[in-house]
């Protein structure tokens, strides 16, 4: 792990240098024509009329070097001078500030999200960037778009084809993870309303789409619509925005498949009345998860067809820079193994804890995240009961503005357990097999480039092993390699950031 | 079960406690609560609310008031809050629209009357894009530039904003809220008028400073801006800027380099020496470098500039 972190940092300088060296050398003639759009940015517009003098006398002035001589060159010197002078000045800065315009940390978000909608239920945006669309009382609207580049070093395992990268064999392979688009705005003083849909090449799904309550008494607040299940941490978020990796941590995988828990429903949270942050929510939603539970909302009618969701968050301000958030989950559901007339016995219960702890440079953009989850899974099927764990744990370090660095371990098979002689029944799909138990570990290496606040490059190294698992497929194998490169841009209105 | 019972109780006393100690603590502050969004916001409430208001801030003095957090302690600030002081025009958008909703404080949402953007009673706004506009320029601000309160004349009428605000919530006490609001009119009078005699020599000259947060701080110097580092709004500097910035420098004869604490400060450096000028590093906000009042935060502001400048000759 030592070497390829080694090997991370040296792409991560090499291409820096290699940025600086190209931003330096991109000398474009018209560059002086348009010297007053380059020195007075559409902001100032209004007030600025120095930058335009500026470059009119640049044209045919001279660009003396020292201050005081300002006024001895000719006209003509002076602007052939200005041209080298500028170049060898660049050069010079290139060196003086070590690339990258000494990677400097000016105004950019200190965490890429947007539109982050989903974390600690409610999502943001009011009041968001396009001040003419507020004008005209249009909604806050943005899109997203992620796609990627992969290369497998063979078949990989529990990566179900969906948002996260997907494969049937070795090679490379090109994939369009989701085009996000999301609508998000105040429905009168009471409500608001977050939409978030994810569009594929050939089909659209509502990701979210929920009201929330702005103003009820003794902190209560009411959610209602589809929405993600407050399981964990990464199963609340629009992860390809929030998340420093190009997929999902394993285990939510192993458990949910190719989405993250969601459904039809409602969810009242309370904000406690004590001196620090803790807020208390119930979820009532459809268990339409194709891995973990299952029934399909058509066909939901008893109370105990629903999934039923605790959590509890709590948030400690250790000081202005350190941070933790740790939060509780309990979930319960009916699973089909049984079949629907069975999911009275045939539940599944899921127990999880999320930790958050983040270091944040308040002068700079800096900061550094963990990030841990634990999930145990609890399925009574037919027959039997099987008790599986997860864990992932990620450090995630934003280095300024423009480099993020993040490395991420995921084990299954914490614990692993099967009592009695299960049958899992009906399973949707062969490959699914819902609970047979894996033993399985990845490791990744991250590295993300933001062009600007809204487009980004990410480069990532994976290693995957399956031990054993997927009955009747494979035992054992070698590990795989993955290279995964994705690209991202973000339109539209500039979404809020969840802590 | 009896065992489980006492624990119970044990329990619920603890929870009671804790809530008789938390009504305890809030009744015995002061009436009106009030939320600034950022320290200089913070520090005009407290002129004008005096011993009647208790204020928390957001943003940290040292902070970039663009990126915050969005703790989840700030939502129980805002959940208690009877007031919430913005800057608005954008500037908190990264972080404030999640808080106040997550705050479940009806009070303080949007158009209330507990919400007051002060962006609407500062005046004359500069900086507010002319056209169509677009991401292509950076990270503009469509409605206008919100960084309004480095001028005196602007944070005086935020202050009477505030005053206004605060009689019609606590109308009880609406003709202190006034008195306090004169006697900080009267005393940043007295400083501005010392401070335009500082600043007078000086009119007409201009700076470079790192991003554009300065053009009203320009306004109220008598200053002209001449540049930024940034090539637009939120975007790095790149060399081939950064070497036309300092040939026109140069060439104009500017002396000043200004910029934030949170704007990098080797390139800042770099640039200011280059060009044979002074980088002078604005304070922050209230709360850093020794800087307790909106009046002291600008005082240290005009002295740093000015000298700078007299080192020029």
Request: hydrophobic share 40%; aromatic share 8%.
């Amino acid at each position: 792990m030592q070497r390829s972190m080694k090997i991370a940092l040296a792409i991560l300088w090499f291409s820096r240098a290699t940025l600086a060296l190209a931003q330096t050398s991109d000398a474009d003639p018209p560059r002086e024509a348009t010297d007053s759009t380059a020195t007075a940015p559409a902001d100032e517009v209004v007030a600025t009329d120095q930058p335009t003098a500026t470059s009119t006398t640049d044209d045919g002035d001279d660009a003396g070097t020292t201050p005081d001589a300002g006024q001895t060159a000719t006209p003509d010197e002076a602007a052939s001078e200005s041209d080298d002078d500028e170049a060898a000045l660049a050069a010079e800065l290139t060196a003086e500030l070590g690339g990258g315009a000494a990677g400097a940390e000016p105004e950019a978000a200190p965490t890429p999200e947007t539109s982050g909608g989903g974390g600690g239920g409610g999502g943001g945006g009011g009041g968001g960037g396009a001040a003419l669309g507020r004008v005209l009382m249009l909604p806050n609207i943005s899109l997203i778009l992620t796609s990627g580049l992969w290369y497998f070093s063979d078949r990989p395992t529990r990566r179900p084809s969906g948002h996260d990268p997907t494969a049937n064999a070795s090679g490379f392979r090109f994939q369009l993870q989701e085009i996000e688009l999301a609508f998000q705005a105040a429905i009168d003083p009471y409500l608001r309303a977050d939409v978030f849909f994810a569009l594929g090449l050939d089909q659209i799904e509502v990701e979210e789409a929920y009201l929330t309550t702005t103003g009820l008494p003794a902190g209560l607040q009411l959610r209602a619509g589809q929405m993600y299940a407050r399981i964990g941490r990464f199963n609340t978020q629009h992860f390809l925005e929030t998340q420093p990796f190009v997929d999902a941590p394993l285990v939510n995988r192993h458990f949910f498949s190719s989405e993250q828990v969601r459904g039809l429903g409602a969810e009242l949270s309370w904000l406690a009345p004590l001196p620090w942050y803790v807020e208390v929510s119930a979820q009532m939603l459809t268990a339409n998860n194709e891995q973990s539970f299952g029934v399909p909302v058509d066909q939901t009618r008893h109370a105990r067809d629903f999934l039923a969701v605790g959590h509890l968050d709590q948030f400690f301000a250790l000081s202005d820079t350190w941070s933790v958030k740790w939060g509780l989950s309990y979930a319960q559901g009916p699973n089909i193994t049984g079949g629907l007339e069975h999911t009275a016995h045939d539940r599944t219960q899921i127990f999880g804890s999320d930790l958050y702890l983040k270091w944040r440079d308040l002068q700079s953009h800096r900061y550094v995240a963990l990030q841990s989850e634990f999930l145990l899974r609890r399925a009574d099927v037919e027959g039997g009961r099987v008790t599986e764990g997860g864990l992932y744990a990620h450090l995630d370090a934003r280095l300024s503005q423009n480099w993020q660095l993040a490395t991420r371990f995921d084990w299954l098979g914490l614990p692993s357990k099967v009592s009695g002689a299960p049958d899992f029944g009906v399973t949707t799909a062969p490959a699914m097999e819902p609970f047979t138990p894996f033993a399985q570990w990845r490791a990744a290496l991250a590295v993300s480039y933001y062009f600007s606040e809204f487009q980004r490059w990410r480069l990532q190294y994976g290693i995957d092993r399956l031990k054993s698992g997927a009955a009747g497929v494979v035992a054992s194998r070698d590990p795989v390699h993955e290279v995964l490169l994705e690209y991202q841009i973000v339109m539209g209105s500039h979404g809020a950031h969840p802590f | 079960m009896n065992r489980f019972l006492e624990h119970l109780s044990f329990c619920a006393g603890v929870f009671a406690l804790f809530l008789v100690g938390f009504g305890t603590t809030s009744s015995a502050r002061a009436e009106v609560r009030v939320v600034a969004s950022v320290p200089s916001l913070g520090a005009l409430v407290q002129e004008v609310g005096g011993d009647l208001v208790h204020v928390d801030t957001l943003a940290a003095p040292n902070q970039d008031p663009h990126f915050v957090d969005a703790r989840p302690n700030f939502v129980l600030l805002l959940h208690r809050a009877d007031l919430l002081v913005q800057v608005g025009l954008g500037l908190e958008v990264g972080w404030l629209p999640p808080l106040l909703t997550n705050s479940r404080n009806a009070a303080i949402q949007l158009g209330r009357p507990g919400n007051l953007d002060t962006s609407t009673v500062c005046g004359p706004l500069l900086g507010v894009p002319q056209g169509a506009v677009d991401r292509s320029m950076g990270d503009v601000h469509p409605g206008g530039n919100p960084h309004f309160l480095y001028d005196p004349a602007y944070a005086l009428r935020v202050a009477q904003g505030i005053a206004d605000r605060l009689s019609s919530l606590d109308s009880a006490h609406a003709a202190t809220y006034q008195a306090n609001y004169h006697a900080f009119e009267g005393r940043l009078q007295a400083k501005r008028t010392e401070w335009q005699h500082l600043t007078a020599p000086y009119h007409g000259q201009k700076f470079v400073a790192f991003h554009e947060s300065t053009i009203y701080l320009a306004q109220f110097l008598g200053l002209h801006e001449a540049g930024f580092i940034e090539p637009q709004p939120g975007i790095s500097p790149n060399p081939r800027h950064l070497a036309q910035i300092i040939l026109s420098m140069r060439h104009d004869g500017v002396h000043l380099v200004l910029g934030e604490p949170w704007y990098d400060a080797e390139t800042s450096r770099v640039v200011a020496e280059r060009a044979n000028a002074s980088l002078v590093r604005l304070p922050g906000d209230v709360g850093a470098n020794g800087v307790h009042s909106y009046i002291e935060l600008l005082d240290h502001i005009v002295r740093s500039i000015t000298q700078a400048l007299a080192s020029h000759g």
